[in-house]
């Protein structure tokens, strides 16, 4: 590790678990996905049904924290970079780049580029 660079700023990722998603590169192009997790620090998200990956386990083998009773091969879904993924905007079902703005409460919210109306979240609400 170079000791003579600064640490490069991390930038904050506009995307959030359960967005919806389109993949614009790679070999997943032109599937769409909901967004799983993402990891700021490596510039990467993980999005649901998409770039799909086999990992070979031994069986008795701890993996991420869980141990594997049965082994075989099993499928996950790895990280994509951040740059390869578009959100959908969810008033037009276009895929858009996303604009900043300041509401007049002072908050700040994203905007599609395509239809101009504002992306709003949809919380998903545990059933009980």
Not at 25 to 34: I, L, N, T, V
Not at 47 to 56: A, D, F, M, P, Q
Not at 69 to 74: E, F, N, P, Y
Request: hydrophobic share 35%; glycine share 10%; charged share 30%.
């Amino acid at each position: 590790m170079l000791r003579n660079k600064p640490e490069p700023t991390r930038r904050w990722l506009d995307l959030a678990p359960g967005d919806p998603v389109i993949v614009i590169a790679g070999k997943d192009k032109g599937k769409q996905g909901e967004v799983l997790r993402t990891l700021p620090d490596q510039h990467k998200i993980v999005v649901k049904g998409v770039n799909l990956l086999k990992r070979h386990t031994k069986a008795g083998q701890r993996r991420g924290g869980v141990q594997v009773a049965q082994g075989g091969i099993v499928d996950f879904e790895a990280p994509l970079d951040y740059s390869n993924v578009m959100l959908v905007c969810p008033s037009c079902g276009r895929p858009t780049r996303t604009k900043h703005i300041v509401l007049e409460s002072g908050a700040r919210a994203l905007v599609c580029r395509n239809c101009g109306e504002p992306y709003e979240r949809v919380r998903k609400t545990e059933a009980q």
